[in-house]
């Protein structure tokens, strides 16, 4: 079996063989290698177009855009109340106060215990306004008598944090916003007028809060914060700062904080002069000392003592801000007006600062060293209205500086000091104590001494060689008569961001994704009429907006520099169908007054309106 098997293997593997040999003969042979491609051929006809494919699936959604020229509703004040002191903290607290409320107000809230029916400090608690939506929702116009008598706001709640005579248990006895005579004896004023707020942060959701009390006289309290992480306030120390070294302060408005985190304190309506006048000759009249409540104030105040008129009238500085003992510094170089408010830039030397009076004028100073305001030069604006418009809505002005005077406050306190002692035996029916418009005018002429009293000159300086006094203690009356413009109506709080100052000024890269090639400062104007309106002058703006106001700005410069005013956003004016009465609309700005400039370019305006409740808005600027 084995031997057939091996022989049919044999025969199978030998027919395989010759079939293979045979194939090899009569079929193609292997391949051989590829040869060259050969050319390409022409280019065939373009064939017909296919149909249009289906629609794709939606992309994701794009990133919101924000709003822009838009007016937002952030809260409303009680009745009787304006909107002050607006500060936003860099972790974005938001306080704000609540001016001369109704004293009928009765309403109370969970963190308002007590009704705002006088003088209020307070924050919106629990928010971090600089971490907001991006698109905002407005607060409601009140409607019920609750609303009308509280703090609504859109964002937050309002938490009070101390009221005119507080005590906060004992820490405080005298009594929040309470002013004392100067040997601090006699309480002369319950102040129900708080303005101003500046932070000075001591560690993470804690630090001193600086509050003004606008009256005659006036004064400035500091109150120990911290917030809980719910962002609940409380009050861990209270004091009001002693003012007596200075001979007392007034009319305390609104302030700012310097690049180096001193408050600055602005002295208002103390200074009684007018556009076309200096000191009213009637502060030293024994009848208005008799009969003017807020001139008699003054003078009980600094009582045995006559009050110098030329004490008062400044840009106060708090040194030594957080110590026990707090140092005021009155820096007499800034001029003396109608303080509404000093912004210092970012390099420390250069100030803005506004006069809050008809025929006001916008100063500037220049400090000889940065963080050193105690000398320097003052400025005044020379405005240049834009051609062949009126209307204060489009309407905007070319600036240039006119040079007033330089000095230091050591010499110009000499200067004051001469006015000590005029008393009301002093008073001379028809005649001045004080410097006079003579005075000033001689200044201005060049003279090389001070007119004497038959010709109009002050009994102090008659006859005197000339100096620069008149342009430090008579500021706007020396502004006028050296060119500057003295025509603005309430120039109220201006402001800047310093981190956008800085970043755009100076190049250095502080705003977290943003290139900032544009900053500027902010101006409230409460009132667009009288010297504004009159077609006299530099300003010769139409009545169409009038007492409702509105926002100018100025783009900062080369050296924080400004040549140009021009206007952001205007209230509205209308007549009443009903009275046939002027009116503000509801939805519209009504006398702005306090302004702030958030790091991300919004803005921050107060009210101090014509409203049944003013209005605390943001105001996203629109797009250049």
């Not at 008699?296 to 840009?315: K, L, Q, V």
């Not at 240049?384 to 418009?389: I, T, W």
């Not at 409230?524 to 703006?541: F, K, S, W, Y």
């Not at 926002?551 to 952001?568: D, F, M, T």
Request: proline share 4%.
């Amino acid at each position: 079996m084995r031997n057939k098997q091996q022989t049919t293997l044999k025969f199978t593997a030998l027919a395989l063989a010759v079939s293979l040999g045979l194939s090899g003969c009569f079929l193609e042979g292997d391949d051989g290698a590829d040869g060259i491609n050969g050319a390409d051929g022409a280019q065939g006809p373009e064939g017909a177009e296919g149909p249009a494919g289906g629609q794709g699936p939606t992309g994701d959604q794009g990133p919101s855009g924000e709003s822009s020229g838009v007016l937002t509703r952030i809260a409303t004040v009680p009745d009787g109340a304006e909107v002050t002191g607006i500060f936003l903290t860099d972790e974005g607290d938001l306080f704000f106060n609540v001016q001369h409320p109704s004293g009928a107000n009765t309403a109370t809230t969970d963190l308002s215990p007590s009704p705002i029916n006088t003088g209020t400090v307070g924050v919106l608690a629990g928010v971090n306004f600089n971490n907001l939506p991006a698109t905002l929702i407005d607060s409601p116009v009140p409607t019920s008598q609750e609303e009308r008598e509280t703090v609504v706001s859109a964002y937050g709640q309002y938490q009070v944090l101390g009221q005119t005579g507080d005590t906060f248990d004992g820490m405080l006895p005298a009594g929040l916003g309470h002013i004392y005579t100067l040997d601090n004896e006699t309480l002369i004023l319950e102040n129900d007028m708080p303005d101003f707020n500046g932070f000075v942060s001591t560690g993470d959701g804690e630090g001193y809060l600086f509050s003004n009390w606008e009256e005659l006289p006036g004064g400035m309290s500091r109150m120990k914060v911290q917030k809980d992480d719910r962002g609940i306030w409380t009050v861990s120390e209270a004091m009001m700062l002693d003012f007596s070294s200075v001979w007392g302060t007034a009319a305390n408005c609104f302030g700012s904080m310097t690049p180096w985190n001193t408050p600055l304190t602005s002295e208002e309506w103390v200074v009684d002069s007018s556009v076309n006048s200096t000191t009213d000759a009637d502060w030293n009249d024994p009848d208005e000392v008799a009969n003017n409540s807020r001139l008699g104030r003054m003078w009980a105040m600094t009582a045995p003592d006559a009050p110098n008129p030329y004490n008062y009238g400044y840009i106060a500085e708090v040194t030594d801000a957080v110590s026990a003992a707090p140092v005021i510094v009155k820096h007499f170089a800034m001029g003396r007006y109608e303080h509404e408010n000093a912004t210092v830039m970012p390099d420390g030397k250069t100030v803005y600062l506004s006069q809050d009076d008809t025929g006001g004028v916008f100063f500037k100073f220049v400090a000889d060293t940065a963080e050193d305001l105690s000398a320097g030069t003052l400025y005044g604006a020379k405005l240049v209205q834009d051609v062949g418009q009126n209307d204060p809505a489009t309407t905007g002005f070319d600036v240039t500086w006119v040079e007033i005077a330089s000095g230091d406050n050591t010499t110009i306190q000499a200067w004051i000091n001469e006015y000590n002692g005029i008393g009301t035996d002093d008073f001379v029916e028809g005649q001045s104590s004080y410097i006079t418009l003579a005075d000033v005018q001689a200044w201005v002429d060049g003279d090389a001494t001070y007119p004497t009293e038959a010709v109009g000159g002050s009994a102090v300086t008659a006859g005197d060689p000339m100096d620069d006094r008149v342009a430090f203690l008579e500021s706007r009356a020396a502004a006028k008569l050296k060119g500057a413009t003295a025509e603005w109506r309430k120039l109220e709080g201006i402001s800047i961001n310093h981190d956008r100052a800085k970043e755009a000024v100076e190049g250095v890269d502080l705003i977290a994704d943003e290139i900032v090639t544009d900053a500027y400062l902010y101006i409230g104007i409460a009132d667009i009429d009288n010297t504004m309106t009159d077609d006299e002058g530099d300003m010769q703006l139409s009545a169409r907006v009038k007492d409702c106001g509105g926002v100018y700005r100025a783009r900062l410069g080369e050296g924080y520099n400004i040549s140009r005013i021009e206007p952001v956003v205007m209230g509205s004016t209308y007549r009443s169908s009903l009275t046939g009465a002027e009116r503000c609309d509801v939805n519209n700005l009504s006398q702005p007054d306090n302004v702030i400039v958030m790091k991300d370019g919004r803005i921050l305006i107060g009210e101090d309106g014509f409203q049944e409740n003013n209005t605390l808005w943001m105001y996203q600027p629109a797009a250049d």
